[in-house]
Structures are given as C-alpha cells and as structure tokens.
C-alpha cells in the first residue's frame, strides 16, 4: 500500500491551497486519515486527523482555517487550507491507518509536500 500526496507550492499570505493524499495498494478499509508537517528545524506535529467515527481534529494553530475531509470511494484525504500564513510553510504528510485485504495493518506515510506561504 502507499499514499501519494499532491497539491503543494508556493502561495502568498492570506491566500488558499488545498493538498489531496490518494491511497492505493490492497486496501481493505482506511480508519484513521490525517495530515502532519514538519518545518525546518521542528518536530512534525499533527495538524489534522478524521476517523471513521470520530469527528475532525485540528490543531489549535490551524483551527478555523484549515478543513480536512475524505473521499472513502477513492481512498483520499484532503485538507483544504485557508487564511494561510508564514508559519504554515512546511512539508506536509499524510498519513493513514490501512488494513490490506490479506490482513495485515498499515501506518501509512506519504512522501510529503512542501508548502511555502510568502509574507
């Protein structure tokens, strides 16, 4: 199985991008489906995650902002992202809780996006 993400760039302050993650492989089922980053010279931190019976989260820094939703037909995660801001300039990942159609269990991460926001 693997996740491929897309989407990123460059973008001006204040202004809107959306990533997309597709899953592929021997799915079975994908519970959990969520989006990490990791800028330069940080830890990666979770910015948002959904489930298959919990609600979204979000980190408080993109609360209000950002918007992460799935296609469970075509096994994708999006995150769509506004109010953008400097501080939102990372590699963002995204990850995925797979089970295959032989049985075995996944944490899945995709190779990641870079998104730059410009003042």
């Known amino acids: 199985v693997q996740l491929q993400a897309c989407g990123g760039g460059s973008v001006q302050a204040g202004g809107s991008l959306r990533l997309s993650c597709a899953a592929s492989?021997?799915?079975?089922?994908?519970?959990?489906m969520g989006w990490y980053r990791q800028a330069p010279g940080k830890q990666r931190e979770l910015v948002a995650g959904?489930?298959?019976?919990?609600?979204?989260n979000y980190s408080d820094s993109v609360k209000g902002r950002f918007i992460i939703s799935r296609d469970n037909a075509k096994n994708t995660v999006y995150l769509q992202m506004n109010s953008l801001k400097p501080e939102d300039t990372a590699v963002y990942y995204c990850?995925?809780?797979?089970?295959?159609?032989?049985?075995?269990?996944?944490?899945?991460w995709g190779q990641g996006t870079q998104l730059t926001v410009s003042s």
């Open positions: 990850n995925a809780d797979i089970r295959t159609t032989w049985g075995s269990r996944h944490d899945s």
């Open positions: 492989g021997s799915i079975f089922s994908i519970d959990y």
């Open positions: 959904m489930s298959s019976v919990v609600s979204p």
